[in-house]
């Protein structure tokens, strides 16, 4: 959260008026492989209600971005703005997957892979400072 996420946002401006940050309460998120058990936490933000950002944490082995997949589209397809594009961001703190609510229909973006390459963080800041506009 505090190496990517807090960085991200300050970039994009979402820290300052007039997006009102608040935590959602984090979900506890246990998956069961053949091999092992992988537990960690989905902790969620809301900003002004159309964009949501979940960051996924897990202290062993990193969970997959996708497993949060789900639980935002339900919080997008709830969100009192339907009438808006509302739009999400996933991020494991390896990598990020923006997603966009508009008239029931979702889009995904790529995977962006921040830490590997400083194009690659730069494309994740391009997508999210346009978000900041949009819902400005």
């Known amino acids: 959260m505090l190496l990517l996420v ?18 959602e309460e984090s979900v506890q998120i246990t998956v069961a492989d053949s091999e092992e058990t ?12 159309r964009l949501w950002i979940i960051v996924l944490e897990s202290k062993k082995t990193m969970l997959s971005v996708w497993a949060a997949l789900p639980q935002i589209l339900t919080y997008l397809m709830a969100s009192p703005n339907s009438e808006q594009p509302n739009f999400g961001m996933l991020t494991n703190g390896d990598d990020i997957v923006f997603v966009k609510l508009e008239n029931k229909h979702y889009g ?26 949009t819902v400005r």
């Open 6 to 23: 807090s960085p991200l946002l300050t970039v994009a401006s979402l820290y300052d008026p007039p997006f009102p940050i608040k935590a």
């Open 38 to 49: 992988l537990q960690g936490r989905i902790d969620v933000l809301v900003l002004r209600e």
């Open 108 to 133: 995904i973006s790529r995977v962006f892979a921040p830490l590997s390459t400083q194009s690659e963080l730069e494309s994740a800041c391009r997508v999210l400072r346009k978000i900041a506009e």
